[in-house]
């Protein structure tokens, strides 16, 4: 089975010069650090949504009212 990598020997290559680098000019240019899907997203709902705040005031009901009820068994 033949190995072939997709690099192109250096030999063979325009614009490299022995025992150097790639000379400044070769290169393509950098990417771009901004793109089109930077930012945050405009279709974002704001706040919690209903049913986390249903679960916490459920729970917080239930609290206050075991320690309402653990109160007043006390004070009778």
Do not use: C
Not at 44 to 70: C, E, T
């Amino acid at each position: 089975m033949n190995s072939h990598t997709p690099d192109s020997d250096p030999r063979n290559t325009s614009g490299i010069r022995p025992g150097d680098g790639v000379p400044p000019g070769e290169t393509p240019p950098g990417e771009g650090s901004t793109g089109s899907e930077t930012g945050p997203r405009g279709d974002q709902s704001r706040g919690w949504a209903k049913g986390p705040l249903i679960a916490i005031g459920i729970v917080v009901a239930l609290f206050a009212a075991f320690f309402l009820a653990y109160a007043l068994i006390m004070i009778f």
